[in-house]
Structure formats: structure tokens, C-alpha cells
């Protein structure tokens, strides 16, 4: 064991810590090496969290050691990238793990959003408590046939203000575009492709970009009556941020969305609005909370969402509501990240928590209070609540929410996935049918290059009803001959015009929930049709087939706003992201979870929880043994 020994140390050396760094417990990292190589489902999965547990009870500094040499040593990241993103996730990690039993339901949770190896236990049922009944004789809300307005949406911005034109493209890092000590700088690397004006795929977005689109969101709707923002400001270099960048990043942002649009902004929290990534303590946590965050979008929201409803904001954990002026529209924003699996605070107590810091009580209070006021509603969040990244419970009461209150609830929005896309709820689950569709949700494309071609969207609304009655997306193509002196916006495709002739839907029709129900029936006997949804997604760069399985799954993910229904199952032996179809979906083969993806999947690969999958999926390869025995040389029971 000398020269993991040596290199643990050495690891310390590089990454700054080694004048501080605890002693190395190399039998320890040997029993976790040796329990994640032998996790290949769940059970064993529960068996791998023991020598974790162990590890944790030593104390936070020796587990982050640990974790942070066994990234440097088997290269999942280089060793700034290990270090930075381990020190401030593994200790909510460790926390977690003291506070459990590992062989409980809390921790089945973990496995499946750590390792992807655990289905997510069945739902804790719990039929959700109403302040009263849904009415005999719901209101109407009928169309006058008005001229609709206007309101745009935009989502994942993830500004890189360190964005450097020059800098290499193809670097180590999980983004590039920007200098980095240990490259070109330090050690005189000739940069092999360089960073162009305006961004480029393997990075975020320039600050030039987000200009660019908020230009072109004004020129696109200058008479929007508001617009809407669902969430992540800060970029992926998540191994990097702390507080200080990250208030910087909201602030600058808001002062940019106000400076160039003309019309209000209802925003809504991200997963990457807040230091460490996904750092969301719940209120029941003894932990640094995450205050800041709301008091910073409350302060740069205030303009446009009313002093009362930036106090909710402050006092709600990040939720609030508000009524557009001059309509009977309220905007109900919800901070989705309680519910996000990847916000490991989610996992620091055996006892169920059904409704993490009552923004679910929040949306009711709500949603009551609008049908009472004879109002309409739209629920604005970051991340879709039916993907298999959302914790199946609170997926679930969400949905019985929406099953109340449908009559009132006209739209839903969210961001998070990086795609033009959309879901949708129905009353039945088992009979998913347009009589049976109830609500749908939109997704917005992201601004950021490493999805696709930067998109938003600008929605046609019916002024009586509040209806979507035509859905245009516009972007910039990144190949364009242009592109690099002034990126060029246009309309990339009208909802109802490509797709309302194709299922017969009237002039005077919005686009309801069975519309697109409609919609998804006839993709599955339509090839063609499925491969221009696909095509669109991303704004039209180009992805790998998604056939048969991937084709299934794509629309049974499209036909689930309950996370428990959207067909994700986990593989064994195979470390998962949220599932198997989001790794189809990215062109990703299981076991390649490392570096060479620059994509939406660097979200979270980038992340502790990435870590470790990369080094699960790596313990799979052929010659994974030889390797660990070239590192322990003389270890017990590893043979060459």
C-alpha cells in the first residue's frame, strides 16, 4: 500500500491541503474502492454505504481526504477539479450518512441518487389535505376571442464571466473557454483551438451571449406583458464557486434582464443558484443555510414581483406568488431544488419528511386562494416535476395538487433539463388519454452552448383564459457565418403552425393538455414526426438516433408529470444518471460518465454524485484490477 500511500499525500501537495491534511487512511479507501467495485445493484449497494459510514464517523476532513485521493489517483478529474467540488459536497455526504441507518429507506434514496443503483422506493402515500373541496360547478373561463399577448421564457443562462476569447476549447476541465493555473498560464501549453467570440460548445455562456438574447427576446416580443426566468445563473465551473461569486452572478444577471428587457421578469431558483451546487438545507437541518440566496433574488426581483411577494420569497424558502397587474393572472414561482435529488441535505434523517420547508402547503395556500378570487394560475419552477431527478413523494403530492386544482392551474413552466420539451398530467396514470389529460408543463431550451444552439421561447396568450395558444421558439445557429461578429436570433419553429394542422386542432383552440396529448399518440406511429421533436429539443444540433427503446421511453417521460410513471428504471451493474433514458437521450453509453461529455449531464457529473459514478463505472472496465494493484502493490487479496 506504499504508493497509494505516497500518492494520497502527494494528492494533498497538489491540491493545497497537505499542510493540513489528517493522515491518510489507506485501509479505509481501500474498503470503499473495494464496496463501490462490488456494488452492482441495490442491496449491494446498501452494503457499500457501510465502509462509507465508517469513514464519515472519523470525521469530515478524513472522509473528504479520502474521497478527493480516489478521484486524483483513478484521474476521474484533475486533481483541482477532485479537490474543489469534493470539499464543500462531501461533508453534507458524510453528514448524512452519520444521521442514517444504511440499510433503510432513506438510504435507498441516497444509493439511487448517488450511485444510480437503487429504483426509488414506492411513494409513502399520503393524500394531501385541502382547505376545501373542489367546487360542484367549477368556473368557466371563456375566450372573448381577444388578441392574445405576449410573454417570453428563458432558462439555464449559466454566465461564465470568466469566459476568455483565446482560451483552449478541448481542455481537461469540465467547461473550458476560461484560463486555469495548472494549463496554458503555468506550464505553456500551446492551445490547440481557441475560444471564439460569443461561446463555444465545450463552455457556458459568455456574458456577450446573455446580452445577445435578452436583446433578442426584446426585439422578439417588444410588447411582452412580462417574461418568464426558471432558474440557473452560475455557471458549471461548480468546483470553483463559493457565496461571494455566486451573489455576484444573481446580481449581475438581474441587472442585465433589467437594463435590457422592457417588461417584467417572474424568476424562479435554480439547482446552481446557490454555493455549493444543490445546497439547500432543509429547515430542520442544523446546517449553514442558504438565506442569502433568497435575500439576493428578493432585493433584484422587488421591481417586478411586489414588495409583498419579495417577502414570501425571503420568508418562504425561495417561493412566492403574485399577480400580473391588470389581469386576474397570478404567478405562483416554486423552489423546486427541496424535492431535487441531487440536494444531498435530502438525506439527513431516517424520519419521511413529506413536505420540505410547506412549499407544497405554500402551493395550496395559494391555488385556494386564486379559485376563492375567481383567478387563473401559472406554476413557474426550475426543475420539471415528473423527470426522474425529482424525489417520487413529493412528485406525487405535486400531482395531487394539480389534480385539485386543475380548473384553476392554466400553464405550468419550468427549466433545469436544457431542452424544448414538454410533460403532461393526467387523472389516470393507467389511461393516459386526451379526455384524461389535465395539465401540461413547458420546458425551456437553455441559452447555454454546451446543450445546443442558445433558444427561448415567446408564447402567444389568450387574455381571458390564460391559455398558451401558440408556443414559438427562436434561436441562434452557432454555425452560422455570422455568428462570431453578431449572433443572429430568429424564429426556429411556430408550436401551432407545425404541429396544429397535423392533429386538426381549431383556429380558435389553444394548445391544452390534449392537444399535446394528441400530439405525442401520433409521434409513436410517426417516425418523421418523433425525429423533428428530437431534432428541435436542442435547437437543432444534431444527437445520436433515439429509436426503439430510446423512442419509448422519450414519450413515456413526455406523457408523466408524476416522476413515479416516467418509465426510468435502474440497470444493474450500471451506475445511472437519472435514469437510463437520460443517458440514451445524451448519446452516452453507460459506462462513459467521465471528461469527454460536455453537456447538460456536466450538471451533475461535475458534482460529488458524478464523481462517484465516474468511479463506478470505471471499477467496471477491464483492468480495473491491475490498476488498483499497481497502486496498492503489496494489498491483501489483490493479485495481479
Known amino acids: 500500500m506504499v504508493r497509494l500511500a505516497a500518492l494520497a499525500w502527494a494528492t494533498a ?79 453534507i455526504l458524510a453528514h448524512d450518512l452519520r444521521k442514517i441507518d444504511v440499510g433503510g429507506e432513506t438510504a435507498t434514496k441516497m444509493c439511487d441518487a448517488v ?61 473550458c473557454c476560461r484560463h486555469y493555473d495548472d494549463q496554458e498560464s503555468k506550464k505553456g501549453h500551446n492551445i490547440k483551438v481557441e475560444a471564439r467570440h460569443h461561446g463555444e460548445r465545450n463552455c457556458d455562456s459568455p456574458p456577450s ?5 435578452l436583446s433578442a427576446v426584446q426585439e422578439a416580443a417588444p410588447d411582452a406583458m412580462f417574461s418568464l426566468f426558471t432558474g440557473d445563473v452560475a455557471e458549471a465551473a461548480v468546483w470553483l464557486l463559493d457565496q461571494n461569486e455566486v451573489t455576484k452572478d444573481l446580481q449581475e444577471f438581474n441587472h442585465q434582464m433589467a ?8 424568476g424562479v431558483i435554480g439547482n446552481h443558484d446557490s454555493a455549493p451546487v444543490n445546497n439547500f438545507p432543509r429547515s430542520t437541518t442544523e446546517a449553514p443555510n442558504v438565506q442569502w440566496v433568497f435575500d439576493v433574488q428578493s432585493q433584484g426581483w ?108 392554466a ?37 447555454t452552448p454546451r446543450s445546443g444552439n442558445p433558444a ?11 391559455e398558451v395558444m401558440d408556443a414559438k421558439s427562436y434561436f441562434t445557429n452557432m454555425s452560422a457565418p455570422g455568428f462570431r461578429k453578431q449572433p443572429k436570433w430568429s424564429l426556429f419553429y411556430s408550436a401551432r403552425e407545425s404541429y396544429g394542422p397535423l392533429v386538426d386542432l381549431p ?41 426503439g427503446e430510446c423512442k419509448e421511453k422519450t414519450l413515456c417521460q413526455m406523457q408523466s408529470m408524476r416522476s413515479e410513471d416516467d418509465c426510468n428504471t435502474v440497470t444493474p451493474g450500471v451506475p445511472g444518471l437519472h435514469g437510463a433514458q437520460e443517458v440514451m437521450d445524451m448519446g452516452m453509453v453507460p459506462h462513459a460518465l467521465d471528461r469527454s461529455h460536455r453537456d447538460r449531464a456536466r450538471c451533475e457529473v461535475t458534482g460529488l454524485s458524478g464523481i462517484l459514478k465516474a468511479f463506478l463505472g470505471k471499477t467496471r472496465r477491464a483492468g480495473f484490477q491491475r490498476e488498483l494493484c499497481e497502486w496498492t502493490q503489496d494489498a491483501e487479496g489483490c493479485t495481479a
Not at 392574445?148 to 467547461?175: L, M
Not at 451571449?209 to 438574447?213: I, R, W
Request: charged share 20%; proline share 7%.
Open 115 to 175: 450511485f444510480g443503483l437503487c429504483q426509488p422506493p414506492p411513494v409513502n402515500e399520503l393524500p394531501v389535505k385541502f382547505p376545501k373541496s373542489a367546487p360542484d360547478t367549477p368556473q368557466t373561463f371563456t375566450s372573448t376571442g381577444r388578441t392574445p399577448f405576449k410573454v417570453a421564457h428563458f432558462s439555464d443562462v449559466h454566465i461564465d464571466r470568466q469566459y476568455t476569447v483565446g482560451a483552449e476549447v478541448n481542455c481537461t476541465k469540465p467547461i
Open 507 to 547: 383556429a380558435s383552440a389553444p394548445l391544452s393538455p390534449a392537444f399535446w396529448h394528441n400530439l405525442t399518440a401520433l409521434m409513436a406511429r410517426n417516425d418523421t414526426l418523433f425525429r423533428l421533436y428530437q431534432h428541435r429539443k436542442n435547437g437543432g444540433v444534431r444527437r445520436r438516433p433515439c429509436r
Open 411 to 447: 400553464g405550468q413552466f419550468f427549466g433545469h433539463t436544457h431542452s424544448d420539451e414538454l410533460q403532461i398530467a393526467y387523472s389516470d396514470y393507467k389511461n393516459r388519454t386526451a379526455e384524461n389529460a389535465v395539465s401540461v408543463g413547458l420546458v425551456a431550451p437553455a441559452l
Open 259 to 266: 437594463s435590457r428587457l422592457g417588461f417584467p421578469v417572474f
Open 302 to 409: 422587488r421591481k417586478w414581483i411586489n414588495s409583498t411577494s419579495a417577502y414570501q420569497l425571503v420568508h418562504r424558502s425561495g417561493s412566492y406568488a403574485t399577480v400580473v397587474p391588470g389581469t386576474k393572472l397570478k404567478i405562483i414561482s416554486i423552489n423546486t431544488n427541496y424535492w431535487y435529488k441531487q440536494n444531498f441535505w435530502l438525506y439527513d434523517s431516517d424520519e419521511q419528511q413529506p413536505d420540505p420547508n410547506g412549499i407544497l402547503a405554500f402551493m395550496v395556500q395559494e391555488l385556494q386562494a386564486a379559485e376563492d378570487a375567481g383567478q387563473r394560475v401559472w406554476i413557474i419552477g426550475h426543475s420539471p416535476v415528473g423527470k426522474g431527478d425529482i424525489m417520487w413523494d413529493q412528485s406525487n403530492y405535486y400531482d395531487q395538487i394539480v389534480q385539485r386544482y386543475k380548473n384553476t392551474i
Open 209 to 213: 451571449l446573455a446580452d445577445s438574447m
Open 456 to 466: 427561448f421561447k415567446v408564447y402567444e396568450v389568450d387574455p381571458d383564459t390564460y
Open 13 to 91: 501537495a497538489i491540491t493545497g491541503s497537505a499542510s493540513a491534511a489528517p493522515e491518510v487512511d489507506v485501509n479505509g479507501i481501500l474498503d470503499i474502492i473495494r464496496a463501490i467495485q462490488q456494488a452492482v445493484d441495490c442491496q449491494s449497494c446498501h452494503a457499500a454505504l457501510a465502509p462509507l459510514q465508517t469513514l464519515a464517523r472519523k470525521g469530515d476532513e478524513t472522509f473528504v481526504s479520502a474521497i478527493t485521493n480516489i478521484c486524483t489517483v483513478f484521474q476521474i478529474e484533475d486533481p483541482d477539479v477532485c479537490a474543489g467540488a469534493i470539499k464543500d459536497q462531501a461533508p
